[in-house]
C-alpha cells in the first residue's frame, strides 16, 4: 500500500544535539512539507519541497533544515539553534500544483528535549 | 494566517448528525475547500474536498454556501472514533496558496 513513513515514532534529544527526523514516501508525490504542532496548536509550516533539489522556507524555519536529493525522501534536521524543538513534527506529501488533492501525512514523531 | 474561521469546540451525541461550520470569507474563485481531521497523537487525516457543489463520501458530507464564504462538514451519525480536531482549510492553485495554513481547528467531543 502507498503511503508515508515518518520514523522514529519518539525521539530524545539532549541539549545542544542535532537530530534528524526521517521521511519517506511512496506515493510518487511531488510536494512534501514538514509541519511543527505544539500542544493545544494547530499545525506550523517549516519547510517544504515542490521538486526535487529545492526546498523553501515556510513560517518557522529557523534552527531546522532539510535536503530533497530523492523524490521519495526528505529528511528534517533540528539543529542546537532551535531554541524550543520539544513538539510534534508531522511530515506530508502531495501532488503540487492540485488544488483539487489532498495532503497525506505520516503518524508523527514526537521530539523531546532532555 | 489561517483564511478560516471554526469555533474551537462543539459536542455532540453518539449516533446523532453533526454539523461543523467554518467561515472563508476572503475564498478566491479558485481556491478548494478541504477538510482533515485530527485524532490525538496522529497526523492529520484528509476527510473531503469540494469547490462549488455539495461533496459526499464514506465519512462525511460537504455543504458549501452558494456564495462560498461558508461551508459546514456533516457527519450524518457521529460516533466515538469521530471525537477530533477538525480542520477547516482553503488550498488555492499556485504558490503560497497551494500550501495547507492550519488554524486551531474544531474539538469535537462525542458524547456515549
Known amino acids: 500500500d502507498g503511503g508515508i513513513t515518518q520514523s522514529p515514532k519518539y525521539l530524545f534529544r539532549k541539549e545542544g544535539q542535532n537530530v534528524t527526523l526521517s521521511c519517506e514516501q511512496n506515493?510518487?508525490?511531488?510536494?512534501m512539507y514538514w509541519y511543527r504542532q505544539d500542544p493545544g496548536q494547530g499545525l506550523r509550516l517549516i519547510y517544504y519541497?515542490?521538486?526535487?533539489?529545492?526546498?523553501q522556507k515556510g513560517d518557522i524555519a529557523e534552527g531546522y533544515s532539510v535536503s530533497r536529493e530523492k523524490k521519495e525522501s526528505f529528511p528534517l534536521t533540528v539543529t542546537s539553534a532551535q531554541k524550543n524543538p520539544t513538539a510534534f513534527y508531522l511530515c506530508?506529501?502531495?501532488?503540487?500544483?492540485?488544488?483539487?488533492?489532498?495532503?497525506?501525512f505520516g503518524s508523527g514523531t514526537r521530539l523531546t528535549v532532555v | 494566517d489561517a483564511k478560516t474561521t471554526q469555533p474551537n469546540s462543539m459536542e455532540s451525541n453518539e449516533e446523532e448528525p453533526v454539523h461543523l461550520p467554518c467561515n472563508h470569507s476572503?475564498?478566491?474563485?479558485?481556491?478548494?475547500i478541504h477538510w482533515y481531521r485530527q485524532l490525538p497523537s496522529q497526523g492529520p487525516e484528509y476527510v473531503i474536498h469540494?469547490?462549488?457543489s455539495n461533496v459526499n463520501n464514506r465519512m462525511a458530507s460537504l455543504a458549501i454556501a452558494e456564495d462560498r464564504k461558508s461551508s459546514t462538514l456533516i457527519l450524518h451519525r457521529a460516533t466515538l472514533r469521530d471525537a477530533a480536531v477538525y480542520y477547516c482549510?482553503?488550498?488555492?492553485?499556485?504558490?503560497?496558496?497551494?500550501?495547507?495554513?492550519f488554524g486551531t481547528g474544531t474539538l469535537l467531543a462525542v458524547q456515549p
Open positions: 506530508a506529501s502531495s501532488i503540487e500544483g492540485k488544488a483539487n488533492y489532498g495532503y497525506t
Open positions: 506515493l510518487n508525490h511531488d510536494a
Open positions: 519541497s515542490q521538486i526535487v533539489n529545492d526546498f
Open positions: 476572503t475564498i478566491s474563485g479558485t481556491d478548494y
Open positions: 469540494g469547490l462549488t
Open positions: 482549510i482553503l488550498r488555492g492553485l499556485v504558490g503560497a496558496t497551494n500550501k495547507l495554513i
